[in-house]
């Protein structure tokens, strides 16, 4: 929960199997001055990692999208998350999510609602990504919200594309979304002052 007397703090907590989700993590952080947690490849996190989320006002998730949902890492921490579910300790904190798989379409929506799940089972409130869509004849790969999404920032990286090859579009709709999240948890951390 945010607490009235201290800045907002944020953090994204990811899985990344290839880095081009890693790089999405970077900028969303950039963007939100956030701490970054990678869950590892075998679906773990550290127990100091447990005590950031639980210490947060934001959280915002980031998974690739494989096979039509987030990786079975992703998953494995998010049941995980039970933990913190069962005491509430997530409660009221503001969140927010991101995907990336190489399709245009790959079925990211699907992930992005598994996270807004997720964050409502947590008793959160989630943040949309704010940013209309670039869909007119002269749109290119490196507009703002290429991908034409209201939930969060879905990115496309082609499947033989090395991560410093990504949109610059999807990376700075990524920087901007997370400057929103953590903006929207200040708003709230004022309005919970007064």
Same mark, same amino acid.
């Given at each position: 929960? $945010?607490? %009235? &007397?201290?800045?907002?703090?944020?953090?994204?907590? !990811?899985?990344?199997? !290839?880095?081009?989700?890693?790089?999405?993590?970077?900028?969303?952080?950039?963007?939100?001055?956030? @701490?970054?947690?990678? #869950? =590892?490849?075998?679906? &773990?996190?550290?127990?100091?990692?447990?005590?950031?989320?639980?210490?947060?006002?934001? $959280? #915002? /998730?980031?998974?690739?999208?494989?096979?039509?949902?987030?990786?079975? *890492?992703?998953?494995? /921490?998010?049941?995980?998350?039970?933990? %913190?579910? /069962?005491?509430? +300790?997530? *409660? =009221?904190?503001?969140?927010?999510?991101?995907?990336?798989?190489?399709?245009?379409n790959g079925d990211?929506?699907?992930?992005?609602? !598994?996270?807004?799940?997720?964050?409502? *089972?947590?008793?959160?409130?989630?943040?949309?990504?704010?940013?209309?869509?670039?869909?007119? +004849?002269?749109?290119?790969?490196?507009?703002? &919200?290429?991908?034409?999404?209201? #939930?969060? %920032?879905?990115? *496309?990286?082609?499947?033989?594309?090395?991560?410093?090859?990504?949109s610059v579009g999807?990376l700075e709709t990524?920087?901007?979304?997370?400057? @929103?999240?953590?903006?929207?948890?200040?708003? !709230? +951390?004022?309005?919970? @002052?007064?």
């Open positions: 929960m $945010i607490t %009235p &007397n201290s800045f907002p703090s944020t953090v994204v907590v !990811y899985h990344s199997g !290839y880095g081009h989700t890693q790089r999405m993590a970077e900028a969303i952080a950039e963007g939100a001055g956030a @701490r970054l947690l990678a #869950i =590892d490849a075998e679906g &773990n996190l550290s127990d100091d990692g447990w005590a950031a989320l639980d210490a947060a006002d934001a $959280i #915002i /998730f980031g998974s690739p999208t494989y096979m039509g949902g987030p990786s079975w *890492q992703f998953k494995k /921490f998010a049941d995980a998350s039970s933990k %913190p579910w /069962f005491s509430a +300790k997530w *409660q =009221d904190k503001v969140f927010g999510g991101f995907t990336n798989s190489a399709s245009l990211k929506l699907n992930t992005l609602q !598994y996270f807004v799940l997720l964050s409502g *089972q947590h008793s959160g409130l989630w943040v949309s990504l704010g940013i209309k869509p670039s869909n007119v +004849k002269a749109s290119n790969r490196d507009d703002l &919200n290429r991908m034409g999404s209201y #939930i969060g %920032p879905m990115a *496309q990286s082609d499947a033989d594309a090395a991560p410093d090859e990504m999807d990524a920087r901007l979304y997370g400057a @929103r999240v953590t903006s929207v948890a200040r708003q !709230y +951390k004022s309005a919970d @002052r007064a």
